[in-house]
């Protein structure tokens, strides 16, 4: 009954966000194109039409734990205090989740952070992880066969497909359908492109070609790190522009808006082509609003603007500003060290531990008490916090992995 069926995806999931589109980005295909190198758009035919390597046959890996490795790091944690007395933390169950997917030369990934606490929030982040990896492998084999091969916009069409089989899991087998928990998602594919059709978008020669496409309901967010040029990219720049409420994530899946749907207002497709050794980094907000100046008790004077509170300024020079600060921070964790993803994940997540140190302290010394609005003495927002990042190229698995059907 409250089941999308697949003949319905498109209509609900590409009409709709159409009808949103004018508060998402300009109708000017050019304007989707903006100056960080990624593409933005809410209709899977505005790709590019790239053909795609098929998956190369031999080992595959995957994961939905923590797990540090060279060729790919994740992890996640709370950062809310303890609560008294026990060994269980404010918030807990953790809400988000990650899955990793690697073949010898494609990778799905994705995370999801459930909105608000509890296990129907877990569930639901849970649910849709799943379904969203189980659908693109399932589609994966296919490619497999090579009848019909696979390019970026076909890409994009069937991850719109496996964001509505995430909504549709979430909801599936509850005799109420309020029953369900909601949660944003931001899942994509690494994919080895054909050299011929990739050049003629490519600045310069490459051994390899890959891309990245994504797509995203909520507030997660993707970034990209040029190995070459030591350049970082937030994929999703804009992805929670328009929202007003900042406990309001832009949207999400799971039964929010009349007769049970989800919340679309934001969902889009994302692109951006990829190097040998460049990385992708995806995150829940537990990370990113730790990079957000906001957060830290910097000013928008501090970075140059003339007003000195955040709510003076438009929204997209807001943003503006506030993607370069954090880009710079991100780029700050990726290049003070060691640069593998494992130790990237770690410099990450500890970083951002350590932030609202002061925060948790506050709230465990003093449990009834509310955290005094200083972003100085107490900067960060605590929250459940993930980190996944892998390395772009091909045959980058050990030898210990599990072989494909």
Same mark, same amino acid.
């Given at each position: 009954?409250?089941?999308?069926?697949?003949?319905?995806?498109?209509?609900?999931?590409?009409?709709? /966000?159409?009808? =949103?589109?004018?508060?998402?980005?300009?109708?000017?295909?050019?304007?989707?194109?903006?100056?960080?190198?990624?593409? #933005?758009?809410? /209709?899977?035919?505005?790709?590019?039409?790239?053909?795609?390597?098929?998956?190369?046959?031999?080992?595959?890996?995957?994961?939905?734990?923590?797990?540090?490795?060279?060729?790919?790091?994740?992890?996640?944690?709370?950062?809310?205090?303890?609560?008294?007395?026990?060994?269980?933390?404010? &918030? @807990?169950?953790? !809400?988000?989740?990650?899955?990793?997917?690697?073949?010898?030369?494609?990778?799905?990934?994705?995370?999801?952070?459930?909105? =608000?606490?509890?296990?129907?929030?877990?569930?639901?982040?849970?649910? !849709?992880?799943? !379904?969203? +990896? =189980?659908?693109?492998?399932?589609?994966?084999?296919?490619?497999?066969?090579?009848?019909?091969?696979?390019?970026?916009?076909?890409?994009?069409?069937?991850?719109?497909?496996?964001? $509505?089989?995430?909504?549709?899991?979430?909801?599936?087998?509850?005799?109420?359908?309020?029953?369900?928990?909601?949660?944003?998602?931001?899942?994509?594919?690494?994919?080895?492109?054909?050299?011929?059709? !990739?050049?003629?978008?490519?600045?310069?020669?490459?051994?390899?070609?890959?891309?990245? /496409?994504?797509?995203?309901?909520?507030?997660?967010?993707?970034?990209?790190?040029?190995? +070459?040029?030591?350049?970082?990219? @937030?994929?999703?720049?804009? =992805? #929670?522009?328009?929202?007003?409420?900042?406990?309001?994530?832009?949207?999400?899946?799971?039964?929010?808006?009349?007769?049970?749907?989800?919340?679309?207002?934001? *969902?889009?497709?994302?692109?951006?082509? $990829?190097?040998?050794?460049?990385?992708?980094?995806?995150?829940?907000?537990?990370?990113?609003?730790?990079?957000?100046?906001?957060?830290? &008790?910097?000013?928008?004077?501090?970075?140059?603007?003339?007003?000195?509170?955040?709510?003076? /300024?438009? +929204?997209?020079?807001?943003?503006?500003?506030?993607?370069?600060?954090?880009?710079?921070?991100?780029?700050?964790?990726?290049?003070?060290?060691?640069?593998?993803?494992?130790?990237?994940?770690?410099?990450?997540? @500890?970083? $951002?531990?350590?932030?609202?140190?002061?925060?948790?302290?506050?709230?465990?010394?003093?449990?009834?008490?509310? *955290?005094?609005?200083?972003?100085?003495?107490?900067?960060?927002?605590?929250?459940?916090?993930?980190?996944?990042?892998?390395?772009?190229?091909?045959?980058?698995?050990?030898?210990?992995?599990?072989?494909?059907?």
């Amino acid at each position: 009954m409250y089941r999308f069926s697949p003949a319905f995806v498109l209509f609900f999931f590409e009409e709709r /966000v159409q009808k =949103n589109s004018s508060s998402i980005m300009s109708t000017d295909k050019e304007k989707r194109s903006s100056t960080n190198g990624a593409i #933005r758009t809410t /209709v899977h035919s505005e790709l590019p039409k790239i053909r795609v390597i098929p998956i190369a046959k031999g080992s595959k890996w995957e994961t939905e734990a923590e797990v540090s490795e060279d060729f790919v790091g994740a992890k996640t944690v709370s950062t809310y205090p303890m609560l008294p007395g026990t060994n269980q933390r404010d &918030g @807990d169950p953790i !809400a988000d989740y990650f899955s990793v997917l690697m073949f010898q030369n494609r990778t799905i990934l994705s995370v999801a952070d459930g909105c =608000n606490w509890g296990l129907r929030s877990k569930e639901a982040a849970v649910r !849709a992880t799943h !379904a969203f +990896k =189980n659908y693109l492998v399932k589609r994966c084999a296919d490619f497999e066969v090579g009848e019909a091969a696979l390019d970026l916009q076909e890409a994009g069409h069937y991850l719109y497909r496996a964001v $509505c089989e995430g909504h549709n899991k979430i909801v599936e087998g509850k005799e109420d359908i309020w029953e369900a928990g909601t949660t944003t998602l931001v899942g994509g594919m690494l994919l080895q492109l054909d050299p011929e059709d !990739a050049k003629q978008y490519a600045k310069e020669e490459q051994k390899t070609y890959w891309g990245f /496409v994504c797509a995203s309901v909520g507030d997660c967010k993707a970034f990209h790190w040029d190995a +070459k040029t030591q350049k970082i990219t @937030d994929i999703t720049v804009g =992805n #929670r522009m328009d929202v007003k409420d900042g406990r309001d994530p832009g949207g999400r899946l799971g039964p929010y808006l009349d007769g049970g749907t989800p919340d679309l207002r934001n *969902l889009s497709l994302y692109y951006i082509p $990829c190097a040998d050794d460049d990385l992708i980094v995806m995150v829940s907000d537990g990370v990113h609003d730790n990079f957000d100046p906001l957060f830290l &008790g910097v000013s928008p004077k501090d970075l140059g603007a003339t007003a000195n509170n955040w709510e003076e /300024v438009d +929204k997209e020079k807001a943003e503006e500003l506030k993607t370069e600060y954090r880009n710079k921070l991100l780029k700050e964790m990726i290049t003070k060290g060691p640069s593998t993803p494992k130790d990237i994940t770690t410099r990450v997540i @500890d970083y $951002c531990v350590e932030l609202t140190r002061s925060s948790r302290e506050f709230m465990e010394t003093n449990p009834t008490l509310k *955290l005094p609005p200083d972003m100085t003495t107490y900067p960060g927002k605590m929250d459940h916090t993930t980190c996944v990042v892998v390395q772009v190229g091909a045959n980058l698995l050990p030898r210990t992995t599990t072989p494909q059907d």
